[in-house]
């Protein structure tokens, strides 16, 4: 997981905004479609539990378009993304939710820990592996001492 | 007078003392920890208090409640993780803070407005109980409906630089709430057969996810270790008189605002600490320095949230019916006594009620003290490697999201929730409407229908109810005036008139 | 051939013996351990959050079966899904008693709407211990004294009223509905999501009539601010001797919202047996009737037969209610 896949840097066009305009809008007509599809009230003077939804919906529509036209005009040019380093952080994130994966064979408080040396491994400096280990070990105290015994979870 | 020269006899005991102290100490780690709230810890304590006296238990559960309403704002300044639901809007400013280097400068400001405000919340429990519980009543549904509408003018307040993103962010708190069983009509909407999502998307979910989570994959982005360029110097406690100066205001605003809201069932701190939040900004000459490490940002959220403990004690002790899950749990825990709570228990049990109305404000002094020992040791944690702050911060997250219902399902929900904090993040979106719409969403909608069925379809049911009208119009200054101010200026924000 | 055959048959023959007794003993097994059932601790999965009346009714039932019983016991919360993430949690573990459903009659409105996906077959429903009515309440200021006063009222103006109560679809909304059925008039519901709002609702006079349960408002009851005009018992209780029953108004609505413990559907009947005697024991403590007093709790104490009769009794009458509601198409 450390292998660092190339991210593309970002060109003239506002990529990034463009992809989260489309994915707002494409999400805001999903969620306006499937308010159309529930049923009415039953109560008199109720608007029904379509109401609200198919409002937010319009809204989300609305605001996605005005969004997406900024972004072309070039609106957000001044806060350009960087995605040069989120590799690094989609690791992280890939390590946590691997080891929640497996959290039904080995336990909440083992995964955890192994998750959290992975992710201390992440970062370089001095005696990275020592850190590790004490992290491991830290959080799998925390884990069973103070969520299961003494805030007494029912940790899996 | 005899119950209160009694109920001061308790509460200075070596016993009531101790209780105090431990539940202030309990509170503040429960409130830190992402996910775990007061309401969580009540509930933990609630098999300790039957061996107890009725005035010792209630002393330990306001003590570790008002201390967790503290505690919460920790994590949020240190770590951008606001560990409780009330603490959210502590986090904007309090990290932009500590980012700075003013970590400790952020959390003496915290603690000083929370034990401020929780003096205020018991002092106007103690005073004024019963014209609050009257007030409390005159809100009816149309009157919720429009308080909600005005919590939610401020999203253009914690939009940042474009209000169009911060209006796609509310769209989607606001879409979130919908989910779950639908409040009048009883239909499931957008469960898609996950019965783990009746009850809705748990907001401690979304609130972990967002923040916490967000934050750990952005320290991840790090390579190494960075110069302690922005660890400041931990010790001092105290306010500077400049610092006291530029926040009383705000925190007396806080405390009021804290209060009020308290008293309303279901509303409380998780949406008082906005609404002082913007009420601080709109007074504030130079509201632009909000979201920017602004001492006030940081002083009126923490006062309200404590002060609403006073004020969620109100219709607990003036009318005997819980105004939030917390007061629930202690009303539990009374009546596991075999007291119930309402106004004859003060000719009942005046040495328990006044042990309540006093332990308010001496829990809050004893939170004070407790806290100031606790600073250097929470402050420190920032000098931790960024490794094992990540590491840690995800940990306590996936911890914090099961403790909510002890369900795998709401782990995964927050990781998701990570994952759209993170992307968030990147393209410069504000999660803060977010957060505000998802707290505002289900009071808003549920009341607005609530009315309607009242009146049969009568919309004329909002401007024949006085609360009502006063908060609409509440709502439309509050929208008019930054509006005007824009126009004034120059030209409009860019964007987002469309809506 | 024939050696052989006979050979295998005798093999045959002498392998089943040994496997009868093997099965022989295995089955001789819990009746032996019956006696000392529990073996291992027991957990109590209570189907709703920390802190609300369920919780307490199962958090004192666990310290009544370690003092009263001797049974290590571990409360466990398992809130969500309308009580379906509880019973999820306990139809996936082994049906040996070890894990007890903690639950309410919310159950057969739970499974008559749809919400929960499983069925009462998948339950072996052992005691209901706690109950309350439900009760038509107003103000002190209102023009109503009884029943027939709100009854002939809603008549002559049908929906004028605001009626509501703590959740939509629920036991309170049935129990209108009931009233409505023999009184023969209609009116709407104001549902609210919580039981303290309704008292807050009343007070604040932003409903004119509440069915709710008489303890959510109890101090108000007490000092007669409140008014119960019926409560849904057969006789009246000795919580409230002022508050007159419907039934003694001529109208037959009884109905109480249960609480009690379940087992998994296939529980052996020894476990179940020694359950139910472990239970008895708990009942029988005056510590528990002290508790059932100062929570204003009926003690129903059915039994496993009369329990479960009683709530597919309900879950009839209920699916019928939510239909003509429009909560069921």
């Given amino acids: 997981m450390m292998g660092a896949p190339e991210v593309p840097p970002n060109r003239g066009i506002p990529f990034s905004d463009l992809i989260t305009g489309l994915i707002c809008l494409a999400g805001c007509i999903a969620f306006l479609v499937l308010a159309f599809a529930l049923p009415a009230g039953h109560s008199t003077g109720d608007v029904g539990p379509g109401a609200l939804p198919k409002q937010i919906g319009i809204f989300g529509i609305i605001c996605s378009a005005v969004y997406l036209l900024t972004a072309l005009r070039g609106g957000f040019a001044e806060e350009r993304p960087e995605f040069t380093e989120s590799h690094r952080a989609l690791a992280a994130f890939a390590i946590f939710a691997i080891c929640l994966a497996v959290v039904p064979w080995l336990g909440l408080a083992p995964a955890l820990a192994l998750a959290a040396a992975v992710v201390t491994l992440l970062f370089a400096g001095r005696g990275r592996l020592v850190r590790a280990a004490a992290t491991a070990a830290g959080v799998w105290l925390i884990a069973v001492l103070l969520f299961e015994r003494l805030l007494g979870l029912p940790l899996p | 007078m005899d119950g209160v020269i009694q109920s001061l006899g308790v509460i200075f005991s070596l016993s009531g003392l101790v209780v105090l102290l431990i539940g202030a100490l309990l509170g503040i780690v429960i409130g830190a920890l992402p996910g775990l709230g007061p309401s969580i810890g009540l509930s933990l304590l609630i098999p300790f208090t039957y061996s107890m006296s009725p005035e010792l238990s209630m002393l330990l559960m306001i003590s570790l409640y008002t201390s967790a309403e503290y505690g919460g704002s920790i994590s949020a300044i240190l770590l951008s993780t606001p560990g409780t639901a009330a603490a959210a809007a502590t986090a904007i400013d309090g990290y932009a803070m500590a980012q700075k280097g003013q970590a400790n400068e952020a959390i003496s400001i915290s603690l000083t407005a929370s034990t401020v405000g929780g003096v205020l919340g018991g002092l106007a429990l103690l005073l004024l109980a019963m014209p609050l519980a009257k007030l409390a009543l005159q809100f009816g549904p149309a009157g919720y409906f429009a308080v909600g509408l005005f919590g939610l003018t401020s999203v253009a307040a914690l939009s940042g630089g474009s209000l169009v993103k911060g209006l796609l962010g509310a769209a989607f708190g606001l879409g979130l709430a919908t989910v779950g069983i639908d409040p009048i009509a009883g239909t499931p909407r957008f469960t898609f057969g996950h019965f783990e999502l009746y009850e809705g998307v748990p907001f401690l979910a979304a609130l972990i996810g967002l923040f916490a989570v967000s934050e750990a994959m952005a320290l991840a982005e790090k390579h190494a270790c960075k110069a302690p360029m922005n660890k400041s110097r931990v010790g001092h406690v105290f306010m500077s008189a400049a610092v006291w100066k530029e926040t009383w205001r705000s925190m007396l605003s806080g405390s009021v605002i804290g209060t009020l809201l308290g008293i309303l069932p279901g509303v409380g701190g998780n949406i008082a600490c906005w609404v002082a939040r913007d009420y601080a900004r709109a007074r504030d000459p130079h509201p632009e320095t909000y979201g920017k490490g602004a001492a006030n940002g940081i002083a009126a959220p923490e006062a309200s949230n404590n002060a609403t403990v006073g004020g969620a004690l109100v219709p607990l002790l003036s009318l005997g019916v819980p105004g939030s899950p917390t007061t629930a749990i202690m009303m539990g825990a009374l009546i596991m006594h075999g007291l119930h709570p309402g106004p004859q228990l003060f000719a009942e049990q005046p040495t328990l009620v006044y042990a309540i109305l006093f332990g308010v404000i001496i829990a809050s002094l004893v939170q004070y003290l407790v806290g100031s020992l606790f600073l250097p040791i929470m402050a420190r944690t920032v000098l931790l490697p960024d490794g094992v702050i990540a590491a840690g911060i995800l940990t306590f997250a996936v911890l914090g999201a099961f403790a909510i219902r002890n369900l795998m399902f709401d782990v995964w929900m927050t990781l998701a929730f990570g994952l759209v904090g993170y992307a968030m993040k990147k393209l410069n979106f504000p999660v803060a409407p977010v957060i505000l719409a998802m707290v505002l969403g289900y009071l808003v909608e549920s009341n607005y229908r609530t009315a309607l069925v009242s009146s049969q379809g009568d919309y004329m049911v909002f401007l024949t109810d006085p609360i009502s009208v006063l908060f609409l119009l509440l709502s439309l200054v509050s929208i008019l005036v930054p509006v005007r101010r824009a126009w004034r200026a120059k030209r409009p924000v860019r964007g987002g008139q469309g809506a | ?329």
């Avoid at chain 3, 199962?58 to 016991?73: D, F, H, I, N, P």
């Avoid at chain 3, 609480?259 to 510590?287: L, M, N, Y």
């Fill in chain 3, 1 to 329: 051939m024939q050696r052989e055959m006979t050979f295998t048959g005798r093999f045959i023959r002498r392998t089943m013996a040994v496997l009868c007794l093997m099965a022989g003993t295995a089955l001789a097994l819990p009746q032996t351990a019956a006696a000392e059932f529990p073996e291992k601790p027991v957990t109590l999965v209570v189907w709703s959050g920390a802190g609300g009346s369920l919780d307490t009714y199962g958090r004192k039932l666990a310290e009544l079966l370690e003092r009263e019983a001797g049974w290590t016991v571990k409360v466990d919360n398992r809130p969500g899904g309308s009580g379906a993430v509880g019973l999820s949690q306990i139809v996936t573990q082994p049906a040996d008693g070890y894990n007890i459903l903690v639950l309410t009659g919310t159950l057969t409105f739970g499974i008559a709407q749809g919400l929960i996906p499983f069925k009462l077959e998948d339950l072996r429903l052992l005691r209901a211990m706690q109950s309350e009515p439900s009760s038509l309440a107003v103000m002190n200021d209102s023009a109503f004294q009884t029943v027939d006063d709100f009854v002939t009222y809603m008549k002559e103006h049908p929906n004028e009223l605001r009626v509501g109560g703590h959740s939509s679809g629920g036991f309170h909304q049935y129990m209108l509905y009931q009233l409505m059925k023999q009184g023969g008039f209609e009116s709407g519901w104001i549902p609210h999501d919580a039981s303290g709002k309704v008292t807050l609702a009343l007070l604040g006079h932003h409903i004119d009539a509440a069915m709710m349960t008489p303890s959510t408002a109890l101090s108000q009851v007490k000092s007669g601010e409140i008014r119960l005009l019926g409560v849904s018992t057969a006789e009246r209780s000795p919580f409230l001797p002022d508050a007159p029953t419907f039934k003694e108004q001529g109208y037959d609505i009884e109905g109480a919202i249960w609480r009690g413990i379940a087992v998994k559907a296939g529980t052996p009947d020894d476990a179940v047996d020694a359950i139910q005697a472990a239970i008895d024991t708990v009942t029988a403590s005056e510590e528990w009737k002290t508790f059932q007093e100062e929570q204003f709790q009926d003690s129903p104490d059915w039994a496993e037969a009369e329990f479960t009769e009683r709530v597919q009794k309900d879950l009839a009458e209920q699916a019928e209610f939510l239909k003509s509601a429009g909560f069921v198409q």
